[in-house]
């Protein structure tokens, strides 16, 4: 029921008991015109009555002045019938005048006016005459006329009065029964109405009651589903394992949940009102600033928050560090204003600690496979030495020893060539140094070369030297190494891995100036089966892998950490053989960085030097592999290593290297 | 036992090593035929009276296991003594053939091994 239906029926129930009562009245009122008439007739009838009583006793005053007149003969006795006389004859025309009024019976006054003027002529005017004479009127004639018209008058004015009495008594009687009927119908039409009312109301109330009962039922269950999703979000926001705070539009804290509680070290009763920098001090990692609150706008309009998660120092104010990741947003009211903001706060420390040791344990496997491949190049010159120094040791010719030993010491420069290239893998740079990436990717090549021949693998190279970016060069070796094995692994025999390194120079124009920075393009491509499009965004997940237990899933995770370090960039594109192109398949993975601000290192800072370095290459490639090399575009077939070694720098250029401690 | 003119096959990638353990055991008595890779080490281990196989693990193409498999199909009893500069082979490929050793143990073990595998038919 709305306010509107409501309101018609309070009118309803208003107006229906005036409505009766209006009738009613109009029925008393009728009742009453209705008896009107009765009581004038009433009137009337009495007015009659008293005037023909007054007839009547005129009558017998006149009759008993004539008798005593006659009798005694004394003037005063005759006085009642002389006083009578005039009166009797108005009242008798009264008396005519009122009941031809009343429409009564006209016949018995008309008998009474004519015999009282019979009597007056011919029995009192000859009666008074006969007395004044002083004759004797013995004359029984008038004495029983008198007599007889006396009677007769009297008999008449007796039903004349008899007539009006029980006329009277009729009209009251009518009266009464209207009056009766009156309250009949007053009574039964109140019970009436008094029914019809409460029926009505009974209705309508009900109807009002049941709205009513209706309505605080919605109240009642709107009221609960309120509390108990206001309990919802209360436990949610409790239970939610980040910190989450909620300020006005001050900046002072309204609500902490439990996580924010624990994160911040204060109570939601401590922290209440005070300031978000004093509850949670925020510092910039990199700038070591503190990081003050976020100045939203309150322009309704402009509500673009950014809810990208900002990492940040936490130092609270004893002393406990947490790394945290937070994001603001923004409350508005409904007219647009701010009201308030809402951050939340989540520690990452455990994920960084994780993501540290994770990183720790896939350069621990990277130095493992390294190891191994240490242990191979260094075995087999060893192994020569060892059985030269043997026959040496049994007994030779002047000309064989010359020889054998010759044959030893070559051997032991390689290992200790190949000690000190490996030894190079292992030294990183503290700050990012000027580097020769195709020098960087030559001496990884180098390394990887035996095992890529194995797999009947061909690399082409067409790598431009002096192609220079600021970078890490270990942390390069790990990328490129990575890269290139994950080729391997997904190339078949007799397929080849195409290595491109080239410089990009800036294009920088009018209109926009950073449209191309300068810096080094390195791009590894190869002719396996390619990566189906639906896992290509979980590549550089940390975990992903598709070399089931062989990979450890890190490798391209790590790659991408570095080259964003290196403030750089790296893309895949992958081809799947279709039907119409079976052949046309494999992956290309381009990475660019940033020409950046290092500088180039001196020659004199180069260790090792770069004589050293070109000429471990050549050891390491003494063995005849068949790797077929196409170098910026000419095709040769020679030992892998031996002609760029000759004639391209690729030694590692860093500075300020430091050893890192020895592997267990 | 003397090995005078036993028939060893050396199969070997690496060219220095190759060339130094052919003096070894020539000096040592024995008949040596050297291949650089696994197919052409089958090639002469078919068509020679190979007493005994030198065998380095790591080669391009087929490596040592291989080799080792498919000599064993042909001629199983010819004693095949595995050479690796990896340290811990797996033992599938270890299993399949009579011994093995790392390079650049001394030259008398490698000797003594060859001796001890090989079949006294003379």
Known sequence: ?664 | MPPEGRLILCIDDERIGLRVRKLLLERAGYRVLTAPDGPAGLAIFDAEPIEIVLLDYSMPGMHGGEVAAVMRQRKPLIPILLLSAYVGLPTEITDLVNGYLTKADDAPTLLARIQSLIPDSH
């Open chain 1, 1 to 664: 029921m709305n306010l509107k239906q409501l309101n018609r029926l309070l009118t309803q129930t208003l107006f229906l008991p005036v409505i009766g009562l209006v009738l009613v009245a109009a029925a008393l009122g009728w009742q009453v015109l209705a008896v009107r008439p009765l009581i004038q007739d009433v009137h009337a009838t009495d007015q009659s009555l008293e005037t023909a009583r007054t007839v009547s006793s005129l009558t017998s005053n006149e009759a008993r002045g004539v008798r005593d007149y006659q009798r005694t003969l004394k003037e005063t006795t005759l006085q009642p019938y002389e006083f009578a006389m005039e009166p009797l004859v108005q009242e008798m025309n009264t008396l005519r005048d009122q009941l031809a009024a009343q429409s009564a019976d006209m016949e018995p006054i008309n008998d009474l006016i004519d015999l009282h003027n019979d009597w007056s002529e011919k029995v009192a005017t000859p009666i008074i005459k006969a007395a004044r004479d002083r004759v004797s009127l013995s004359d029984s004639q008038i004495n029983s006329a008198d007599r007889a018209d006396m009677d007769k008058m009297v008999t008449i004015e007796s039903g004349i009065i008899a007539t009006l009495q029980s006329k009277r008594s009729a009209l009251i009687d009518r009266w009464q029964q209207v009056m009766l009927r009156t309250i009949e119908v007053v009574i039964l039409s109140a019970l009436f109405g008094a029914l019809i009312l409460g029926l009505f109301a009974n209705n309508r109330m009900h109807r009002v009651s049941d709205a009513y009962q209706n309505t605080m039922g919605a109240l009642r269950s709107t009221a609960q589903a309120t509390y108990e999703s206001e309990q919802r979000l209360r436990a949610t926001l409790t239970s939610i394992g980040e910190g989450v705070v909620v300020c006005d539009d001050d900046g002072r804290i309204e609500l902490l949940n439990t996580a924010a509680q624990r994160l911040s070290g204060w109570t939601q009763a401590a922290a209440s009102h005070r300031h978000m920098e004093l509850v949670f001090p925020l510092i910039d990692e990199l700038t070591n600033e503190p990081i003050g609150p976020t100045q939203f706008t309150t322009a309704a309009q402009d509500r673009a928050v950014s809810l990208t998660p900002r990492s940040a120092l936490l130092v609270r104010s004893d002393g406990v560090e947490y790394f945290v990741e937070r994001s603001e947003a923004p409350i508005y009211d409904r007219a647009g204003y701010l009201t308030g903001s809402v951050t939340v706060i989540s520690d990452v420390t455990e994920r960084r600690r994780t993501q540290a040791a994770l990183l720790a344990s896939e350069k621990l496997a990277v130095a493992g496979r390294l190891a191994a491949t240490i242990a191979h190049e260094i075995h087999n010159p060893l192994d020569s030495v060892v059985n030269l120094l043997y026959m040496i040791k049994q007994g030779t010719s002047e000309e064989e020893r010359e020889e054998f030993v010759d044959m030893a010491q070559s051997e032991l420069a390689r290992v200790t060539n190949i000690s000190r290239a490996m030894l190079g893998m292992h030294r990183e740079s503290r700050i990012p140094i000027l580097l020769d990436i195709s020098a960087i990717m030559h001496s990884v090549l180098i390394l990887l070369e035996r095992s890529l021949a194995k797999s009947g693998i061909y690399v082409i190279t067409e790598l431009t030297p002096e192609a220079f970016a600021s970078g890490y060069p270990a942390e390069l070796r790990q990328v490129f190494t990575n890269l290139l094995t994950n080729a391997a692994d997904a190339s078949e025999p007799n397929t080849t891995i195409r290595v491109k390194i080239y410089n990009q120079a800036a294009t920088k124009t009018a209109e926009d100036e950073f449209a191309t920075i300068p810096g080094v393009v390195i791009k590894v491509a190869d002719q396996g089966s390619g990566i189906r499009p639906e896992i290509r965004d979980d590549l550089f997940r940390p975990f992903f892998t598709t070399k089931g237990e062989q990979g450890s899933g890190l490798g391209l995770w790590i790659t991408k950490g570095i080259i964003e370090k290196h403030a750089g960039t790296i893309a895949v594109d992958s081809t799947i053989a279709t039907e119409e192109a079976p052949n046309d398949h494999g992956t290309t993975f381009t990475i660019f960085l940033p020409r950046g601000t290092a500088g180039l290192p001196t020659d004199a800072e180069l260790q090792p030097s770069e004589a050293e370095v070109v000429e471990a290459a050549e050891l390491i490639s003494t063995k005849s592999s068949n790797t077929t090399l196409i170098t910026n575009g000419a095709i040769r077939t020679r030992p892998f290593g031996r002609g760029l070694g000759r004639t391209r720098r690729f030694a590692p250029r860093m500075r300020n290297d430091v050893p890192l401690p020895p592997l267990e």
